[in-house]
């Protein structure tokens, strides 16, 4: 049994990692395009703030690790073609030649792409130009030189999610001056404006220029520097600096699995059902590129780490015959910016209203612990259930670092998982002493706030 | 409709601030023992250790706040006796006039008292002798004044559990050299002894003298000092202190309810029904007077601020004609000890024993976030399933003040709420950012710790 995985990241190495694990008589072969399995793309901001040092420490498991359970690396080694009849690979070595790799089942991690958004000029400017993006230890080294060989003194950040905005504080503590566009109404565009604008204050405290609302068309060099170009409410807008970092979000990487014959679906993603696989024989798939099952919104497109660890397990196991399913998402995510996490689970309002939810949602506030007891700070909440029959559709927070913020709103992501409603959050049985809590917990106070709100509602 | 609350702590107040919240028409009396209604009993430590001050700030609310609902206190107003045919409450003021109050629902919060575990002395020996317990604004008042006006430089606290544990760092942040004695083998009963023996290293490195496995059979008060004699180990022990302090649990407060006819089940504490009826006529009952409804042990006694909150607000509500039910607990509890969290839920591997389930209790360590990361921590896990269902029963953890351990706790509690399995715990999707997680959640890396020693054990 030869279980041969593609790609370095989170999904290829899950699969391959669950595989060993499962059976010690399986061979694995990981086909690596780069030096650098399973590195975790997650932490290279923290790379760049200086935090986290020597690069190497960023991989989630050495080399050594990796081979000491038992499976084989091909680094530096590119998938060029699936031959599924015949069950080959063929791959592309650093050297160009090229090699058939047989295997009795396949999983392929090939991940996702940095997108560009239609901004023309990023189609020739490189980071040679200083233009950069920030997806692979390969763009780490070139943003990394930048820096330490050209000393820029400004650096403009298109895009403001979880990246950009891990980036903004990175070259901010970096001495550089940062000037961060987003072009929906408020940053991190994926939690609701009113708290977006908490995360954009926390920027401005600490001297980014923050631009929202504003559509970046063009990025130019010029002798002084590099320009971007766009509009904002109308207007024409320009920006000259000595770096361009583009975190515009992914598109999945298909490429392979698409000539191979798979379908593709949501978000142009690769389809797959629950047990990761994509309905070509012996052929399995996980991570970024391919659809991701939510448990609210069905068959979605949502690349996340978490998922992708938790789908590639899964196709590892299935694919030496195992009986496992993807249990979904809930789309549960977290970013530090500075001293402020910003989080949120399940649905906002917009989203179950498009999946057929009777939305409402509330916003809260609530201390993170008892008032009395020094350095207690408010969180703020916004919480969505459902009008029909009060079930919890999701709910986003912001405090501060500190607060508990992050596993906070996974009291939440459980209670979605188990599909509980407002009132059975509120009669939740969680921890209390008052450095670090409440009788009602913040989490609590939200769901009663919601219930409050409803009954006035209904009242009025 | 007059609804009658007898005792100003968590219960009490609860019941009344959820009636009036229902119903503004309904007359709402509060009967208060003391001065001070709604200060928080768990706050009193953050007192001594001087972190809350003014000692008013320990009110959850003033009682300005409490009037501005509508409700009325009978401050320094002692509950003697119930007429349950009559519906009226025989009170005493502080003057020693006795009073009756008519009532059409009457709910009893009377909360529970020190026990002193049959130690000899403590019937006699009070504050003045510099013996004191730590149960009321009145107790905290007492030890103030000890603490000021006498300068102890020495205390023995006898008892290691959450109230004495908190002393413990409170009165050596003051400057006393402390003694903590236990009986149990180790400090911190309410976990199992590997992670006491944590808590236990927390003490002594802060230079608390920590006598486990030692119980005390009397207190003496001689011209040299309070002197305490017990054993150790077979042994004779005697230890000579300044102040003593006793905090080794608390029991129900029922002599009121009992001598109206109600019925003492576990604990020795008043039996209440999900509804808070005691089977009086027109006579609820709420908090640590009263027997706890546990989700995965039935009935039992386990006295907790967050559940007399809850039970309160229920019985208020069903006082008016409410059908509201007690959820129940799955004590769910934490402690903060200098700067180590300690936390739990569910239950440990003997109370499931006694309670007719098979289980596994498997150890885990895990950090807090990323290693690469600055100031990763590991967290100490003892997570208990069982062996037939796979389901969930309980979690232990210990992790530093900063690790979100108070919160990860929470995460298991929904869990058990919703009575997940050790599987669905490790599918959950929790959240991730390499400052606060990791992508498999140390909650989840317990879970699979323990699914993967089940497995290892079937295959031996």
């Known amino acids: 049994m030869h279980l041969v995985a593609i790609g370095g990241s989170d999904a290829g190495i899950s699969a391959a990692l669950r595989a060993r694990e499962l059976d010690p008589s399986v061979e694995v072969t990981v086909v690596v395009a780069d030096a650098y399995p399973n590195f975790s793309i997650c932490g290279i901001p923290y790379y760049f703030s200086r935090e986290v040092q020597p690069w190497q420490s960023l991989a989630h498991r050495t080399h050594a690790d990796l081979e000491a359970t038992g499976m084989q690396l091909r680094l530096n080694t590119f998938a060029t073609g699936i031959d599924v009849a015949g069950q080959s690979l063929t791959v592309r070595a650093e050297n160009g030649v090229e090699e058939q790799i047989s295997y009795d089942e396949l999983v392929v991690g090939t991940g996702a792409l940095p997108s560009f958004a239609g901004i023309a000029g990023l189609g020739t400017l490189g980071p040679d130009d200083g233009v950069h993006v920030i997806h692979s230890m390969g763009d780490t080294f070139a943003l990394d030189r930048h820096l330490e060989d050209r000393d820029p003194k400004t650096a403009i950040i298109v895009g403001a999610g979880y990246v950009g905005l891990e980036m903004a504080e990175a070259?901010?503590?970096?001495?550089?001056?940062?000037?961060?566009?987003?072009?929906?109404?408020?940053?991190?565009?994926?939690?609701?404006?009113?708290?977006?604008?908490?995360?954009?204050?926390?920027?401005?405290?600490?001297?980014?220029?923050?631009?929202?609302?504003?559509?970046?068309?063009?990025?130019?060099?010029?002798?002084?520097?590099?320009?971007?170009?766009?509009?904002?409410?109308?207007?024409?807008?320009?920006?000259?600096?000595?770096?361009?970092?583009?975190?515009?979000?992914?598109?999945?990487?298909?490429?392979?699995?698409?000539?191979?014959?798979?379908?593709?679906?949501?978000?142009?993603?690769?389809?797959?059902?629950?047990?990761?696989?994509?309905?070509?024989?012996?052929?399995?798939?996980?991570?970024?590129?391919?659809?991701?099952?939510?448990?609210?919104?069905?068959?979605?497109?949502?690349?996340?780490?978490?998922?992708?660890?938790?789908?590639?397990?899964?196709?590892?196991?299935?694919?030496?015959?195992?009986?496992?399913?993807?249990?979904?998402?809930?789309?549960?995510?977290?970013?530090?910016?500075?001293?402020?996490?910003?989080?949120?689970?399940?649905?906002?309002?917009?989203?179950?209203?498009?999946?057929?939810?009777?939305?409402?949602?509330?916003?809260?506030?609530?201390?993170?612990?008892?008032?009395?007891?020094?350095?207690?700070?408010?969180?703020?909440?916004?919480?969505?259930?459902?009008?029909g029959d009060g079930r919890l559709l999701g709910a986003q927070l912001v405090g501060r670092l500190g607060t508990e913020t992050a596993k906070r709103v996974d009291t939440y992501a459980t209670a979605l998982y188990a599909g509980l409603s407002m009132e059975q959050v509120s009669e939740l049985d969680l921890s209390y002493t008052p450095p670090l809590g409440s009788p009602w917990d913040a989490v609590q106070v939200a769901t009663q706030q919601w219930t409050r709100t409803l009954q006035a509602g209904v009242h009025a």
Chains 1, 2 share one sequence.
Not at 253 to 277: F, K, P, Q, S
Not at 296 to 309: D, E, I, S
Not at 315 to 337: D, H, I, P, W, Y
Request: aromatic share 4%; charged share 20%; glycine share 12%.
């Open 171 to 387: 070259l901010t503590v970096r001495g550089l001056q940062v000037t961060q566009i987003q072009r929906g109404p408020e940053v991190l565009s994926t939690l609701d404006p009113e708290l977006g604008a908490l995360v954009h204050r926390e920027l401005t405290d600490h001297h980014v220029e923050v631009l929202a609302g504003t559509t970046i068309v063009e990025v130019e060099k010029h002798a002084e520097g590099l320009v971007v170009h766009g509009h904002q409410h109308g207007e024409q807008i320009s920006r000259t600096a000595d770096l361009v970092l583009v975190v515009v979000g992914v598109r999945p990487n298909t490429d392979l699995l698409e000539r191979a014959g798979a379908t593709l679906g949501a978000g142009g993603a690769v389809v797959v059902d629950e047990a990761m696989r994509t309905g070509l024989p012996h052929v399995w798939s996980a991570g970024d590129g391919v659809v991701t099952h939510h448990r609210l919104m069905g068959v979605t497109y949502l690349p996340l780490g978490t998922t992708a660890h938790k789908q590639g397990r899964v196709a590892g196991e299935n694919a030496l015959g195992g009986n496992v399913r993807f249990a979904g998402s809930v789309g549960t995510q977290v970013v530090k910016v500075f001293d402020l996490v910003a989080s949120r689970t399940g649905l906002r309002d917009h989203e179950a209203l498009a999946h057929g939810f009777s939305p409402e949602t509330v916003a809260a506030v609530a201390d993170d612990h008892k008032r009395y007891y020094p350095g207690a700070q408010p969180i703020s909440i916004r919480i969505t259930g459902d009008t």
